[in-house]
């Protein structure tokens, strides 16, 4: 079982910055690689982000790389997407999820199916 938990969202003007936080816990944290996902009223979820605690490689979605960061403090099992330059189009509830696997192939992004999720976090850009 691996728990994580979200916190950071807020509501913020267009061209502010959040950063978000994902603690995890549980006896089987470390097999997996903590993952940023967004969902959009209307849209489905989409991946943005993930880490590799084990070599610290990041990943991002193309849309997203020049603004997000994502990074993890490993003392407290928590990964943070700081998120730069705040567009309206930004407004989504994310979401950290542990996933098996993630990377980049030919540019392109890619994860596999979450294990499990947090409850999210909300976050409203306003323009």
């Known amino acids: 079982q691996v728990q994580l938990v979200e916190s950071g969202g807020g509501l913020v003007q267009a061209g502010g910055s959040l950063r978000l936080s994902c603690a995890a816990s549980?006896?089987?944290?470390?097999?997996?690689?903590i993952g940023w996902f967004r969902q959009a009223p209307g849209k489905e979820r989409e991946g943005v982000s993930c880490?590799?605690?084990?070599?610290?490689?990041?990943y991002y979605e193309s849309s997203v790389k020049t603004r997000f960061t994502i990074s993890s403090d490993n003392a407290k099992n928590t990964v943070y997407l700081q998120i730069d330059s705040l567009k309206p189009e930004d407004t989504a509830i994310y979401y950290c999820?542990?996933?098996?696997?993630?990377?980049?192939?030919?540019?392109?992004?890619?994860?596999?199916?979450?294990?499990?999720w947090g409850q999210g976090t909300q976050v409203t850009v306003s323009s």
């Open positions: 999820a542990a996933v098996r696997s993630c990377g980049s192939y030919g540019g392109t992004y890619y994860y596999s199916p979450a294990d499990y």
């Open positions: 549980g006896r089987t944290f470390s097999m997996y690689v």
């Open positions: 880490m590799r605690r084990t070599d610290g490689s990041t």
